[in-house]
């Protein structure tokens, strides 16, 4: 099978799994309810035009930025917070599927190929910094350096990598800023206690405890620094997670398309979006959603 078969079969899969097993309908079902956040659904529109491509994941770098990754080139399109289009970069690299968007401190984007089994880290200017995995061969819940549909990164402070291998595999792999491997948390698929049906998302809070998206159980598994489980939360997981100030939590969900706002477990506020796959929190407490399979970003922002 050459490459752009492998592309096509690879993009259906993974089609699959942002949808959940069956189609889901043009809308989530929580379209319209009442909630603490005004809802625009025209973001980014006004200067680059309607979107001309799945918007798969939005991310935010806390100084301005709003990073869209689409799943067409070019790949990264880049606003201010009102919107307004900036500029865009693809890079030098073809993406199978371009499902995840994170910027670290650097400013450089970090971007997961899920059909490709890579993730691959650039500079401002789409420049190729490094590449984790082996692109186009898949591994195995127990290689170090190889992943099956990878879907999102997440960058510590320290500058520690941690990587969601879970559209196939079942567990986060962590890495040293050099790309060196630290450990595998995770790695059996189940609905047991720290066990996946499949990963989609991590993040960090202060603690350094390690929160992961178990979306196919609708829940978020929590483990300490060392990768032994904790606790888990019982709340749909299946789009992006970010720790905020106070350790308040937000996880996106797809298929119910809302934002569970959390702190210790505990529901502090659901804020709603269409197909709220891509997910990103900006520090004034403003969220974006992106739409995966859609065409579609969505500003929250909190009512007064």
Known sequence: MNYRQIKLVSTLLLGLCTNGVMAQ??????????????????????????????????????????????????????????????????????????????????????????????????????DLLMTLGIADQPGDNSSRDKFNQPNHVYIADNGDIYISDGYVNSRVVHFNPAGEFIRSIGGVKGSGPGEFQAVHGVALDSKGNILINDSENFRVNIFDAQGNYLETWPYPSRGGIEVRENDVVYISDVNEGRVSIVRNGELLDTAYAPRAHGLAVDSDGTIYTSGASRKNVYKLTPKD
Request: zero cysteines.
């Open 25 to 126: 309908p043009e809308d989530s079902p929580n379209q319209n309810p009442e909630q603490n956040y005004s809802q625009d659904n025209q973001w980014g529109q006004s200067s680059a035009g309607p979107w001309d491509g799945s918007t798969s994941w939005i991310t935010v770098d806390g100084k301005g930025l709003v990073y869209v990754l689409v799943r067409i080139k070019p790949y990264v399109r880049i606003f201010d917070r009102e919107g307004t289009f900036l500029r865009s970069w693809s890079g030098s690299d073809e993406l199978g599927s371009a499902h995840s968007i994170t910027i670290d401190k650097e400013d450089n984007a970090w971007i997961s190929d899920s059909a490709r089994h890579v993730i691959r880290k650039y500079n401002t200017d789409g």
